[in-house]
């Protein structure tokens, strides 16, 4: 029997329906992105989040059941931000895409962040050391990537590769879209995670972001 065959160059597949997420499990796909659009509530919700002064920085670790339809644990999620409106909604939908994520992958533990930041938190190009990670922005610049071969996978991390920093990206997530993120630790996927940084938020400028992370 003959081995499956690889495309040389991973890709990036972007898709309006939910359905585009399961492209992830393709060999030759490192990102898969659910092109939705934010509901109103959400946006009136993170931006007024981001009004408020002080920055959200938190982050839990979900003990799910393998295959079970249960809510996650979210009661403490952004508690001090619990008598704004739509705060119900908020954590509904953070609920729901940690189902969806968790029954993508099986998974038993997932991390969660959320997170303001008004400056890059991982501003130049890289791949994560994760097997896959979830990325949503609910306010403010998305994540930016780059297709293969835009920038030398050697030079990733060396020291004098600032000018790689220049690079226009690929492509950049909006506000509400839901990202699969490919990274080095996926199985067979070594060497071809997909290469991304956090944008660089204009003068004044927030945003509100999730992440999850499948740890088992």
Known sequence: ??????????RQVLGQEVDSLLTIFADDVNLALWQRGLPLHLQRFAETLLNQPGDVAESMTLELESGSDAEPD???????ARDLAHHS???ADVAYLVRMFACLFDARRVGLRVRTLDKAMCP?????????????TYAGPGSEWLAEGDLPR????HPGCDEFNELPPAGR???GEVGLLKGERWAGNEGRGIVHRSPQPS??????MLTLDWLG
């Open 1 to 10: 029997m003959l081995a499956p065959v690889i495309a040389l160059y991973p």
């Open 74 to 80: 979210l009661r403490t999620l952004l508690m001090d």
């Open 89 to 91: 909604a908020f954590v």
């Open 124 to 136: 130049r190009w890289h791949v994560d050391q994760v097997p896959v990670r979830l990325i949503t």
């Open 154 to 157: 050697r030079r990733l991390g």
């Open 173 to 175: 997530m909006q506000p």
């Open 203 to 208: 003068a004044g400028q927030r945003r509100l």
